[in-house]
């Protein structure tokens, strides 16, 4: 009977493992991609002279946004405040999107890029953080 029950549990395991993992990916993916913004933010603020000249941010602002972008990614990959991180990032994501439409960009890659990486985060979050799953319990 205890035979029987475990391989009943067995999928179970494997789909949650699987979806740990789905989680995992899709939450790199964000942090690097976090990462690679807060680099050149920081670093190489030329490269993005004209985005953020169109934007109507001033190029000193690369100083204050490159760290502000850092520490949402690091907070989202540490699993202890990956929630207040993936919040802060939303937050950071929803003024990016607000942005290009505040200039008429609605619907640029910029704009659907920051919306996908937000779905991401909470996607993969949700995937790899049974808490977030028992909080929001999603039913097929």
Same mark, same amino acid.
């Given at each position: 009977?205890?035979?029987?029950?475990?391989?009943?549990?067995?999928?179970?395991?494997?789909?949650?493992?699987?979806?740990?993992?789905?989680?995992?990916?899709?939450?790199?993916?964000?942090?690097?991609?976090?990462?690679?913004?807060?680099?050149?933010? $920081?670093?190489?603020?030329?490269?993005?002279?004209?985005?953020?000249?169109?934007?109507?941010?001033?190029?000193?602002?690369?100083?204050?946004?490159?760290?502000?972008?850092?520490?949402?990614?690091?907070?989202?990959?540490?699993?202890?405040?990956?929630?207040?991180?993936?919040? $802060?990032?939303?937050?950071?994501?929803?003024?990016?999107?607000?942005?290009?439409?505040?200039?008429?960009?609605?619907?640029?890659?910029?704009?659907?890029?920051?919306?996908? $990486?937000?779905?991401?985060?909470?996607?993969?979050?949700?995937?790899?953080?049974?808490?977030?799953?028992?909080?929001?319990?999603?039913?097929?």
């Amino acid at each position: 009977m205890a035979e029987t029950m475990n391989l009943h549990r067995a999928p179970e395991t494997l789909t949650l493992h699987r979806a740990r993992w789905a989680g995992r990916i899709m939450s790199a993916v964000v942090v690097i991609a976090l990462l690679a913004d807060a680099t050149i933010q $920081l670093f190489a603020p030329a490269q993005i002279a004209s985005m953020l000249q169109e934007t109507g941010f001033a190029m000193n602002s690369t100083h204050v946004v490159g760290p502000i972008i850092l520490a949402c990614a690091i907070l989202y990959a540490i699993p202890a405040t990956a929630v207040l991180g993936s919040i $802060l990032l939303t937050g950071f994501l929803g003024g990016a999107i607000c942005a290009h439409v505040r200039i008429g960009e609605l619907g640029s890659p910029p704009e659907i890029i920051s919306l996908l $990486l937000g779905a991401m985060a909470w996607g993969g979050l949700y995937a790899r953080d049974p808490r977030i799953r028992a909080i929001l319990p999603l039913r097929g």
